[in-house]
């Protein structure tokens, strides 16, 4: 999909909320939590990396923190299958209708479960992809969890 038609995709969503939120295009490629971070000057923290995994046959977005690593355990146990994996690039497209490095967490196919990490719940704006390798939304963790429609859990490596 352009990134135009990515980008368009994630502010039609968001309008359905009514919460002025806007995302950010920028120059430099947010497609890492560590450009996004660098591009805004933030801390790595802030950035809401979405990643997709399967675990059998069953595929969930899990949104985190920037700086924390992902339990591939809890993500076993939250999809109930097999061993977990982080989804191939094609199946990433195929899935949310967005490219790797710009998975936006929402506007997704609704029987893909979304899981957002509490470890983003220590910052007033976190930052995710809005679509593209080169556009962040700020958000705040309340907001967040009314555009997705995503369950809170821990997903963070002890």
Known sequence: ???????????????????????????????????????????????AKSILFRSGGRYGLFVAAGDIKICDKKVKNLLGGGRAKIAKPEEVEEITGYQVGGVCPFDIDSSVPIYLDQSMQRFDVVYTSAGTPHSLLPISFEQLLKVTGGEVVDIEKN
């Open 1 to 47: 999909m352009p990134e135009k038609t990515s980008l368009d995709r994630a502010r039609k969503h968001l309008e359905k909320f009514e919460l002025n939120l806007v995302p950010r295009e920028h120059e430099k490629t947010t497609k890492t939590s560590i450009e996004a971070a660098e591009a805004l000057n933030v801390a790595l923290g802030q950035i």
